[in-house]
């Protein structure tokens, strides 16, 4: 049987390596935070779903289709697209908001 598509585009801020423990959060309709929780009990995001109704991969650029997409797209800042619908942060020091609490 064929892998079933994605339907999220994820953007990786961090390697899951490191971690003891993972959440996931809805912050709005369609978009999800992993936060992760390091061994010394501090949290960080991991990485952010987006559905594929919310935004679209344009020759390796993902680009929202939504308010809520477009708005943290803007905030996580330039993105590398890594394969398939896969991104990473190229600065992981930006200001994340709805950190983990």
Request: no cysteine.
């Amino acid at each position: 049987m064929p892998a079933q598509p994605r339907l999220v585009y994820q953007i990786v801020l961090h390697p899951r390596t490191g971690f003891v423990a993972t959440r996931t959060r809805t912050v709005a309709a369609g978009i999800e935070r992993l936060d992760g929780r390091r061994a010394d009990g501090s949290w960080a995001v991991i990485e952010w779903s987006i559905a594929k109704t919310l935004a679209h991969n344009e020759r390796g650029e993902l680009v929202a289709d939504d308010p809520n997409a477009a708005a943290l797209l803007d905030e996580l800042g330039p993105l590398k697209h890594v394969r398939g619908d896969r991104f990473k942060v190229m600065e992981t020091s930006v200001p994340l908001r709805g950190k983990a609490d």
